[in-house]
């Protein structure tokens, strides 16, 4: 995959000083922050979660979720977590970032896992992206424009601005997508923000469906979740998942859906 100017000008920006959860990684203008399983050895590369957080969140605050830490811990994997600009992300057709393309993002996204495979013990194989509200819109654009850095995606209570891209991009992924059945902030059906709208939860489940070839869905229970699960032949999965509720995060929910991409074969 050929790396672009931007992301080599952020890389070689990046000062080696050290960070981790409680400092941030420089990338040029952007930073991040990680934190390894405990009880890491120091030598054998694990899995990451790279985690996209909501609006006017930050990296330092989803290291201070220690219910979060301790669970992504748990499952052998390290937190990475990205830092948006003033804690928003450019998203295409987004409030104030309408005409944008995500290209931005995609290379930040890029410079970030390079700088922490070069840094850290991280399995490139084994990369899942995750967010929450902005976040998740954030992961539905890595998972149809730019995918192949990761094994697979987990979209809680957000989707893509005003409808989905007529297509997405190979490779195709394992989606686990997590939302309230009652969340009023970004509604199923969406709702207008300023000169733009939230799109329909249903329209990008519907896009990805036809992309991946996923099959009929299956309704699946699994504890407060009520799930409706799809495969493909390739063994990918594309879930939905509702649970009774608004705009909410529950760490659960999250340890739901990295069961699920386990499950499937992709960490």
Same mark, same amino acid.
């Given at each position: ?75 052998? $994997? ?159 999965? $594309? ?21 699920? $991409? ?6």
């Amino acid at each position: 995959m050929r790396i672009s100017a931007l992301l080599l000008a952020l890389i070689s920006a990046s000062p080696a000083f050290a960070c981790g959860a409680d400092t941030d990684c420089v990338l040029g203008d952007r930073t991040y922050r990680i934190a390894m399983p405990d009880g890491h050895d120091g030598k054998t590369p694990v899995g990451a979660l790279v985690w996209s957080h909501g609006y006017r969140g930050t990296a330092a605050g989803a290291m201070r979720n220690g219910s979060l830490r301790r669970m992504v811990s748990d499952a052998g $994997l390290a937190l990475i977590a990205a830092q948006g600009v003033d804690g928003s992300w450019d998203l295409p057709k987004g409030p104030g970032t309408f005409d944008s393309t995500g290209a931005a993002e995609f290379a930040y996204f890029d410079a970030m896992l390079a700088d922490a495979q070069a840094r850290f013990d991280i399995d490139p194989t084994r990369i899942i992206a995750a967010g929450f509200s902005a976040g998740g819109m954030m992961v539905w654009n890595l998972a149809c424009t730019h995918p192949d850095p990761f094994a697979g995606f987990i979209p809680m209570s957000g989707t893509f601005w005003m409808e989905p891209p007529e297509t997405c991009a190979q490779p195709v992924s394992s989606i686990v997508h997590i939302h309230g059945d009652a969340d009023r902030t970004v509604p199923l059906k969406g709702r207008a923000i300023g000169e733009t709208k939230q799109g329909k939860v249903s329209d990008a489940l519907a896009l990805y469906t036809d992309f991946g070839g996923f099959g009929p869905a299956r309704p699946v229970s699994a504890g407060d979740l009520a799930c409706e699960d799809r495969s493909n032949k390739a063994g990918d999965i $594309l879930d939905f998942c509702l649970f009774s509720g608004g705009h909410s995060f529950r760490t659960e929910h999250l340890r739901y859906g990295i069961e699920q $991409l386990k499950d499937a074969g992709q960490l």
